[in-house]
């Protein structure tokens, strides 16, 4: 089993697109506008690599003569940047209410992108909200242009090879490339994949979603209403440390170990999951990457997954998590029963130091380096100020959350 190392860690679910009441003229604009998008080319099937980062995939994407960064989620509508938008200068079309992942809904914008290259494929007349990813980019550490969403996807055949780091895509139908389990999947209102889950007494659907990188997340009146949910074990926390498009609210979090779950009429055992007041259940990037690849097919709403599935990796904690706000550093979220809770760390104190380091004025990208050289440190020492004023001075050994 191996681990994945839980310090400074931002769990992010960007983008549903929602029409509350569906009306004539809201489908009308989605068919028109959002579902219109076509590849330029015939008889294709490009393959391009994809860089990870915080366990979601980014793509090369080439917009004009000029390359951009785009987040590849089959959990959003396809976004352009507001800065990048500055420069593109597109027309807007029409407004409809986009949903991010806490459930805030706003009305946006939406435009239509003449032409996107994905490898050496161009895509024309792609629908795209634009949205401003600044603090998204910061989060990450990585500048984001952009969102390949779902709108997109749809036109053509998809593979994800997690274990190559590698996507497939073609307007030909694709196999996968070894033993596979066939789960079928409906579409939301922008064509994002929903599959059909099980547990304990209840069935629902959850977003297939590659902009997300958790494993399993659910709702809290969905788990806390079935008969194993009243029963569960549970590791709580409260704080803030997931992030969509619309901003990362102060919340619950819980972690649990589900000892069954379907996921169609696959059956997986022992699969950690976050229970949060996110009102949409999501099966994240955390637990799809541990196939080795994964086939999507929106012709015929099916989904092919490799029959080589990963045993889970455990949740390793310093029982804190932390944010770069306002060019702090910031505690924003601890884990009850963790020794950062039991020496009297509090949300909202500022981290000064950390193993000697001086951070008090840090800028995002000495935040960004400080975090990835920390990941995988067994004990650190930080020192803090507090609300008050005064000082404090933590020792905390790394733990695995869920035994």
Known sequence: MKKIYYFLAIFYSLLCFSQTGQDKQAIANRDKYLFSTQ??????????AYKQYNGLMFIEVGIGAESYNFLFDTGAVTIISASLNEKLKLKELYHNALVDASGTQKNEAFYSLPELKIGTVTFNSVGAAVMDLKTISEQFCIRIDGIVGSNLMRSCYWKIDYKGRAITFSDKRIKASQRASTIEFEENFSGSPLLKL?????????????????????????????????KGILKKGSGRNEFSLYGNAFAARNATLLDSLFVGDRLFKSEVAF??????????????????DVVLDWSKHKIYFSDTFKPYRALTTFGFDALFMDG??????????????????????????????DLTNSTNESWCTFRDTSKEKAVIRITTRKADGSSGSYVLKRYTLME
């Open 275 to 292: 229970i949060t007041p996110i009102p949409i259940p999501i099966v994240g990037n955390e637990f799809l990457a541990r196939f080795d």
């Open 39 to 48: 590849p330029a080319a015939r008889n294709f099937t490009e393959t391009i």
């Open 328 to 357: 702090k550093l910031t505690v924003s979220f601890l884990w009850d029963g963790s020794e950062a809770k039991g020496q009297g760390l509090l949300v909202g104190e500022i981290i000064e130091s950390v193993d000697g380091v």
């Open 198 to 230: 099980y547990y304990s007494n209840y069935n629902f659907l959850a977003i297939f979603d590659t902009g997300n990188n958790d494993a399993i997340t659910l709702p809290e009146n969905l788990y806390f209403s079935s008969d194993k949910g009243k």
